[in-house]
């Protein structure tokens, strides 16, 4: 099935550092393994993700007037993203994250938001729609509810699938922020402290039953290596996440949501569509970032039917 997809929202310059076992005292420095720099963010790294799964992707967003934005819209353009909905403001630094990774996969991070807190629905074009079988929102949170509920009810009345993920720690004041998008949100995408935060809730069934209840069609929750949870009105699914050498867990998250959405578009139920998410983030889980290594979407469904689930 064509799929064509506006991934709408939070784009961002990664650079990772591997193999960092401790952060030099004063002004000493140490040798790593490697550094590299990939795009990122809720949006800007599902699109790359969805690229390679054989999506046409058009990336809409704001970005600096800086050598990081050049950088940034080169590497999206590299993996065949169609950048030119994405605007350029002089105001704003291009957002950008510093990622020390250590040996067991973990990374803490430092992040300037820069831009994506400058995008508003006043930079999209009036064609925005035009074409699409999909809207990927990331970070409703930096439009606010109100206004992304305004572009997602565009979206679903034009027939276009819409879905959303969540960039900020979860936590009731954003859930507030933000609930005005959720009856517009065919597809809701956070990750488990995310939805433990937002709602307060004790599980995370019940917490991704809450945001059902709070108006989202599905909640596919990812929860790191043990997979993803998925919640409809009728069903609660627990899908597990496959074995393999974890370097990065950076992007893991926007990978799932690239495999998930190329799911549906192929016709898949969610739990199904949840399963080809969670292949797909276990490829990036083996690289630096989403455009780390080689694999497109034969290889994702060839590994998830010969790779061994977790658990």
Not at 145 to 153: I, R
Request: aromatic share 2%.
């Amino acid at each position: 099935m064509t799929m064509t997809v506006a991934a709408l929202g939070v784009h961002v310059l990664d650079t990772h550092v591997l193999g960092v076992e401790s952060i030099p005292s004063g002004s000493d420095g140490a040798l790593v393994e490697t550094i590299r720099m990939s795009p990122a963010g809720t949006a800007g790294g599902t699109a790359v993700v969805l690229s390679r799964l054989g999506a046409t992707v058009r990336s809409h967003g704001a970005v600096g007037t800086d050598a990081v934005g050049d950088t940034l819209l080169a590497l999206l353009r590299r993996e065949g993203v169609d950048v030119a909905g994405l605007v350029r403001k002089d105001t704003a630094q291009t957002s950008a994250s510093v990622l020390p990774v250590r040996p067991d996969g973990d990374r803490p991070a430092w992040h300037c938001i820069g831009a994506n807190g400058a995008f508003t629905l006043d930079d999209l074009p009036p064609d925005v729609l035009d074409g699409l079988t999909h809207l990927h929102l990331g970070g409703p949170e930096f439009l606010g509810g109100d206004a992304a509920a305004e572009l997602l009810a565009r979206a679903r009345a034009a027939g276009i699938t819409t879905s959303v993920d969540l960039l900020a720690p979860g936590d009731p004041d954003l859930l507030a922020w933000i609930v005005a998008a959720l009856p517009h949100t065919d597809h809701l995408l956070p990750n488990d402290e995310q939805v433990l935060g937002l709602t307060g809730a004790a599980t995370l069934a019940e917490g991704a039953r809450a945001l059902v209840a709070a108006g989202a069609g599905c909640v596919a929750v990812t929860q790191g290596a043990r997979g993803a949870l998925v919640a409809t009105a009728d069903d609660l699914t627990e899908v597990p996440a496959y074995a393999v050498g974890v370097v990065d867990t950076t992007g893991c998250g926007d990978a799932f949501s690239a495999g998930y959405l190329r799911g549906l578009a192929r016709g898949r139920a969610p739990a199904e569509a949840a399963a080809l998410g969670c292949a797909t983030a276990a490829q990036v889980a083996q690289g630096l970032g989403t455009d780390a290594g080689s694999y497109d979407l034969a290889a994702v469904e060839a590994f998830a039917a010969s790779a061994a689930p977790l658990g």
